[in-house]
């Protein structure tokens, strides 16, 4: 990386940790940038919703008391669909005893500052009622479902809302910031959807191997993460930890993994977005490996009597050394 581009980067990145700051301390949010956080953020403000602290195990933001689940879509999104991922008996019956509120809400992504400008809200007890009826002959490794504006009109008969000015913004001089920096960061690295999954990680840790981010998302052209001068693709593991998983393991996906020169597993530090840790394996060893542990986890399942219903293992700082070609950086 150019001292001039490294410059630029660490000038963002810096106004970028003084805001991930505030809102660690303010709300226990540790990390805005995965997985779209800072849309849900916006939606939460747009509606005058204040936010929930911490991530999982709760619902995204709460109003006069009442809890609510945001899930987004953006207009610049090849899926025009909100998911629904793992949902199980117990989940859906979660969202009818407790009653809280759907948001499906839409962006408007197509200019520098994003902005929520229609969107549905759901009752738990209806959203529950529906999964139970049209999930039963779905049949998929993660329980995932997709449900849209049009099955939501017509089978839940709900009508499109449009937000009003509430004129009580709280986050609105941050956001614009985060979507200005966002918007530099894009064009200066020709990158889309930076902030969307893991793509800021997937740029902090090409800036430091020297290679390039795939700016595509899902599909064939996004097959892999990263790649090099030489054309070389790279698969990117991120964690806050030192444990990476992987989900979705078929065939199809080791053989994608057997077309990379490398299976990169990164240590993050979120709060302060900084890459800490770095080991490149070898992918015909990585894809034995996961392959062996799959294996022994459905083993595991059958003596007890069960399936396994996502095919999913996870990879250790200690089982990535032992691997023969590994390099730690």
Request: glycine share 4%.
């Amino acid at each position: 990386m150019t001292s001039e581009k490294s410059n630029f980067l660490e000038k963002n990145l810096s106004k970028l940790r003084n805001i991930q700051k505030y809102f660690n301390e303010n709300y226990r949010i540790d990390d805005i940038w995965s997985n779209s956080k800072i849309y849900e953020l916006l939606v939460a403000d747009t509606l005058n919703h204040d936010l929930i602290p911490g991530h999982s195990g709760s619902r995204d933001s709460v109003k006069n008391g009442h809890e609510y689940e945001i899930k987004h879509f953006k207009e610049s999104s090849s899926n025009h669909s909100w998911t629904f991922n793992d949902y199980s008996d117990d989940i859906i019956q979660n969202m009818i005893d407790k009653n809280y509120t759907f948001i499906f809400a839409h962006i408007d992504d197509l200019k520098v500052k994003p902005e929520l400008d229609w969107y549905f809200e759901i009752s738990g007890i209806d959203m529950g009622a529906y999964l139970k009826k049209w999930t039963k002959s779905i049949q998929n490794n993660r329980k995932m479902i997709n449900v849209s504006a049009n099955q939501i009109i017509q089978r839940l008969n709900a009508e499109i809302k449009k937000p009003k000015n509430n004129n009580s913004y709280k986050f609105t001089k941050i956001l614009n910031e985060i979507f200005e920096i966002n918007d530099l960061l894009e064009k200066k690295y020709n990158l889309k959807n930076l902030m969307t999954s893991s793509k800021i990680w997937e740029l902090l840790l090409a800036e430091k191997l020297g290679h390039k981010v795939n700016s595509e998302q899902g599909g064939r052209a996004g097959a892999h993460d990263a790649y090099d001068q030489q054309h070389n693709h790279y698969e990117y593991k991120i964690s806050k930890s030192t444990s990476w998983n992987f989900q979705d393991i078929s065939q199809k996906v080791l053989s994608k993994y057997l077309e990379d020169k490398s299976i990169v597993l990164a240590k993050a530090d979120k709060k302060n977005l900084k890459i800490l840790e770095v080991i490149i394996c070898d992918p015909i060893e990585v894809v034995e490996l996961l392959r062996s542990k799959l294996e022994a986890k459905k083993k595991r399942f059958e003596l007890q009597g069960k399936s396994i219903r996502r095919r999913q293992v996870s990879i250790t700082k200690r089982e990535a050394l032992s691997l023969s070609s590994t390099t730690l950086l």
